[in-house]
Nanobody, 118 residues
């Protein structure tokens, strides 16, 4: 599975950005896709995840500001980020996860930088 992310960039606090990520290759029909982020000097953390069935999970820090969605026909996941804060500055990584053969497999995109200026 290969992941290609796009979007990101520089935005002022209070602004909005959207990032997207397309998965290609040997896609399993039941999977999770999501976004994680890593700020300088910090560990990577989950931002939002959506299952192929449509269930969504958000980090408390982004709940109500970020919206994750997916297009299963395109194997693409989107993250709409509104009311951005300087603390949202990080490299955002797309993740694809499936559990085929009862084994968890994770794939990661190359990361896209989101910078929020104050």
């Amino acid at each position: 599975v290969q992941l290609q992310a796009s979007g990101g960039g520089l935005v002022q606090a209070g602004g909005s950005l959207r990032v997207s990520c397309a998965a290609t290759g040997n896609i399993f029909s039941i999977n999770d896709m999501g976004w994680y982020r890593q700020a300088p000097g910090k560990e990577r953390e989950m931002v939002a995840v959506v299952t192929s069935g449509g269930s969504k999970n958000y980090a408390d820090s982004v709940e109500g500001r970020f919206t994750i969605s997916r297009d299963n026909a395109k194997n693409t996941v989107y993250l709409q980020m509104n009311s951005l804060k300087p603390e949202d500055t990080a490299v955002y990584y797309c993740n694809y996860r499936d559990y085929r053969f009862a084994t968890r497999s994770d794939y990661w995109g190359q990361g896209t930088l989101v910078t929020v200026s104050s």
